[in-house]
């Protein structure tokens, strides 16, 4: 697949936003957390897509320059209305409100209503590790996992995040859906006419199948068993319940074609580390405790012992110097974006 430059591709993706009426600063975030997405290896939360986010933007499904609102509803607690702007742009303001509310009192709850599809949850962890906080971030969306025993899809994929600093550059992410995969990946597969693994998803038959048409129309199989679909009720109830945003089926999906609004449903928990220890000695105690975990003995074929977010980090590194790779079909998409909106699609790299 050809190869372009991340930072060209963040150009693009900003000129983008502003373009659709965004403002510099949130067109800015949109494109960092959509190339990042790329950069760590998620590419079903990236640049893949822009299109989409284009044109819902240009019918007003999700507005492009959001009047966001925050209410300090208790010493801890803050209410967030999207005003249905982009995800990551309505999440990046939540996360910073929420983290100078903890850089206060210590803990703050952050509850997200009348939003969107937020991209990857590891984005605004990193976004709190950066500041010496820790993070859990939850997030519903569009049904994709039915109840325990059902065939339909109820509760979206309902991802789950954590994040904790560290003395490196590289902070323990954790970042996973309910479900045994991402939905993006599996839209990403259709999307490219590809074929998904067996104990993906199933159809709506309620039987296994590994074709991705088939499995937008079904469902996608709790992580855990009945399990993952606790933990998916809970953060349902957590994010659109609790938040007063859209929960279950009322849901709505950005790729199906009709003119309600998904108010999808976020919820943060930040907490400032200070405020238990010393920042520094924290970071020397996680730093002993991660290391400690790396030298347990190895599987035979294991090379390395990873936790959860360093291969997120070297894959950024890695990427970083051979540049993010776009499939035919999403190239294509957005070079016709681009000729749309008078932007030119960057040239391609050679390594």
Same mark, same amino acid.
């Given at each position: 697949m050809p190869l372009y430059n991340p930072l060209d591709m963040k150009r693009f993706s900003q000129q983008v936003f502003e373009k659709l009426g965004a403002c510099p600063e949130d067109a800015y975030i949109a494109a960092d957390a959509l190339v990042r997405a790329n950069l760590e290896g998620v590419d079903s939360h990236g640049i893949s897509r822009l299109a989409i986010y284009a044109r819902r933007m240009k019918e007003g499904r999700i507005q492009a320059a959001p009047h966001i609102s925050v209410e300090k509803k208790g010493e801890s607690v803050l209410l967030v209305d999207g005003d249905h702007g982009l995800g990551q742009i309505v999440a990046a303001h939540s996360v910073k409100a929420g983290m100078e509310l903890a850089k206060k009192t210590g803990l703050a709850a952050v509850a997200v209503r009348n939003s969107n599809h937020f991209g990857t949850a590891s984005y605004f962890c990193q976004m709190a590790c950066e500041q010496g906080l820790g993070i859990m971030a939850f997030t519903n969306s569009p049904p994709g996992i039915a109840p325990w025993g059902g065939k !339909? *899809? =109820?509760f979206g994929t309902n991802p789950i995040a954590f994040g904790f600093p560290t003395g490196t550059d590289t902070p323990v992410i954790i970042d996973m859906s309910t479900s045994v995969v991402a939905r993006g990946k599996i839209i990403l597969a259709a !999307?490219?006419?590809?074929s998904i693994p067996n104990?993906? *998803?199933m159809n709506e038959q309620?039987? @296994?199948?590994q074709d991705a048409q088939e499995a937008l129309r079904g469902a996608v199989l709790p992580l855990g068993g009945a399990k993952g679909y606790a933990l998916a009720l809970a953060i349902e109830i957590l994010t659109g319940v609790l938040s007063g945003a859209a929960f279950g089926p009322h849901v709505k999906n950005m790729y199906d074609e009709h003119d309600e609004k998904s108010n999808i449903g976020h919820f =943060? &928990?930040?907490f400032? &580390? @200070?405020k238990f220890m010393d920042l520094s000695h924290f970071k020397l105690l996680i730093d002993q405790f991660l290391e400690e975990v790396k030298s347990v003995p190895k599987a035979e074929g294991v090379d390395e012992i990873l936790y959860?977010? @360093?291969?997120?980090s070297k894959e950024y590194r890695r990427r970083l110097d051979t540049g993010i790779a776009l499939s035919e079909e999403v190239e294509k998409e957005l070079r016709l974006l681009g000729e749309e909106l008078e932007l030119y699609l960057p040239a391609t790299i050679l390594i």
């Open positions: !339909k *899809a =109820f !999307k490219q006419g590809q104990g993906w *998803a309620g039987v @296994e199948t =943060f &928990i930040l400032d &580390i @200070e959860p977010g @360093e291969r997120r």
